[in-house]
């Protein structure tokens, strides 16, 4: 043991002094930090457009619209061809009259199809636009439900009246879905609509993501996600740990609702969605850079020194093969988490120059309980989930190392499967169908830190899911995270026994 670690030391030296190692080092902390500093920069330009051009309830413009809006009706009305026309131009024009002339300003390019409200939505700007459409639905169906519901949505912006808003709500929602209000889709609704009331969410569209109104209709789109067994987003059917994962969306969101951790109303949705993301991102960054080191170090440890014949300085030493391989391997694994933790420190202190306080905690369901992960704790972990990754990197180099004795083969196929892996498995589920794609390695490398940690953003009704993933996204069968524990652990096994074989028996 003793003569393991002196060997593995002496290894572990030689490694740290090497060029390439200061190069992947520097190179880690720059591209972290700079990319931390590009994207910070660039999504504060973004918000910064949005606030620039953002329509604001008292906009002049805005005001302007509305008036010339107003005016048009008039002439509708006065060049109606039927009484029918004419009644629909009539109550447009009184329903946006009466909220102009309350300051609720609502500007309809054409009705009620192009609305501008300000920014963030307020509920009477949208009650104005539920009161129109109810009256002239009513005229057209001549329902008087429509026509009380249209009054209500009306009394309700004109009288800053919340709680009337969510009456009439919720009673025109009942009424389009042409089901009874026992109805567990309706009472989904209700449920969502009584949040708002109960939290007080009268913007019902602000611009950030992980607002009030963002966090309540998850909650809502979860619910109907597991009343329908489909995901609202994708039509897809629920698998068992989608059901888990909304169970937990909906505890998660509940809990934000309760302890008031919500995103500012002002915030661009850019930013907000982006900084759920700057920690994976920055860490995933990160460990691609270590992994082309690690492929570098295990691809021409063996290889480079049979070539060059400094292997047999220590072949011929009074010392077993195993324990030279063994302590190579040791010596680029310590090598390895070093760097993790080099990764993790980099991260850490990017994510705290540039986006403090706006970075969001971890928000996990343990044992029923919703847990919250500090952000810093957070990246620890991700970073810690990564090590396993860097592992089966270091053993498949060596691996190649010792079976074509050739560094460039080696380091070459280590850094191609590990830039173009995942896209191989993607390519392949286009083309294929079945059980063996979960047998295919390079999605399981980087699945222990997302099947601990699922990426928040992956909600039903959250706004980062409305950039969607479309029917057509590749079927790769889902795992389960002790599947791709105890996976890794046999590849790496099998890996590591047929390096260790042909190093030890292989003439040198």
């Known amino acids: 043991m003793n003569r393991i670690f002196k060997l593995t030391l002496n290894e572990f030296l030689r490694n740290i002094k090497k060029v390439s190692t200061f190069v992947i080092i520097i190179l880690t902390a720059l591209v972290i930090f700079g990319f931390g500093a590009i994207v910070q920069n660039a999504t ?8 620039d051009n953002a329509i604001a309830g008292t ?35 009184d329903i946006l009259n009466a909220a102009y002339q309350k300051g609720i300003y609502v500007a309809i390019a054409s009705i009620p199809t192009s609305v501008q409200f300000s920014d963030p939505v307020t509920y009477q700007e949208v009650a104005v636009l539920n009161a129109i459409n109810s009256k002239v639905a009513s005229l057209s169906s001549k329902s008087t439900d429509l026509d009380t519901i249209s009054g209500q949505y009306l009394d309700s912006a004109l009288n800053s009246n919340f709680n009337e808003f969510i009456t009439a709500d919720n009673a025109s929602f009942v009424y389009n879905s042409g089901l009874p209000e026992s109805d567990p889709t309706n009472q989904a609704y209700i449920y969502a609509n009584s949040l708002r009331l109960q939290y007080d969410v009268t913007n019902l569209d602000a611009p950030g993501s992980g607002t009030k109104n963002d966090l309540v209709s998850d909650i809502y789109n979860n619910k109907v996600g597991l009343i329908q067994g489909i995901n609202p987003a994708t039509s897809a059917v629920l698998t068992d740990t989608d059901i888990a994962n909304a169970n937990d969306n909906i505890l998660i969101d509940t809990y934000k609702l309760d302890h008031n ?11 907000a ?26 691809g021409s440890t063996i290889a480079q020194e049979i070539a060059t014949g400094a292997i047999k300085s220590l072949i011929i030493a009074p010392v077993k093969r195993w324990k030279i391989f063994l302590s190579k391997f040791l010596a680029i694994t310590v090598l390895a988490i070093l760097l993790d933790l080099l990764v993790y420190l980099v991260s850490a202190v990017t994510s705290l120059v540039f986006y403090g306080n706006s970075l969001e905690s971890y928000f996990k369901v343990i044992g029923g309980q919703v847990a919250v992960i500090q952000p810093l704790l957070y990246i620890f972990y991700l ?22 004795r050739n560094t460039a083969i080696s380091i070459s196929i280590v850094v ?4 173009i892996g995942n896209t191989v498995v993607t390519v392949l589920a286009n083309f294929f169908k079945g059980e063996w794609l979960k047998f295919m390695p390079f999605q399981h490398f980087s699945d222990l830190a997302s099947k601990i940690f699922p990426t928040p ?21 889902v795992t389960s995270l002790t599947f791709s ?5 046999v590849v790496f096994v099998l890996m590591y026994y047929t390096a260790h074989e042909s190093f030890v028996k292989k003439d040198i």
């Open 457 to 477: 953003a992956f909600t039903f009704g959250s706004r980062a899911l409305r950039v969607m993933v479309n029917n057509t996204t590749p079927s790769i069968p």
């Open 416 to 419: 191609a499967l590990g830039l």
């Open 485 to 489: 524990i105890v996976y890794l652990i």
């Open 383 to 404: 970073t810690l989930l990564r090590i396993p990754e860097l592992i089966i990197f270091i053993i498949l180099a060596m691996m190649l190392s010792t079976l074509t």
């Open 273 to 298: 969605a982006l900084n759920s993301q700057i920690p994976p991102n920055l860490v995933g960054l990160g460990i691609s850079i270590v992994s082309i080191l690690m492929a570098i170090l295990a």
């Open 59 to 93: 906009n002049p413009d805005n005001q302007s619209a509305m008036s010339q809006q107003l005016t048009y009706l008039q002439n509708q009305i006065s060049q109606a061809v039927s009484d029918a026309d004419k009644a629909i131009a009539q109550s447009q024009y």
């Open 261 to 271: 951790i919500v995103a500012s109303e002002n915030i661009d949705v850019t930013i």
């Open 44 to 51: 504060n330009n973004r918000a910064q457009f949005r606030l």
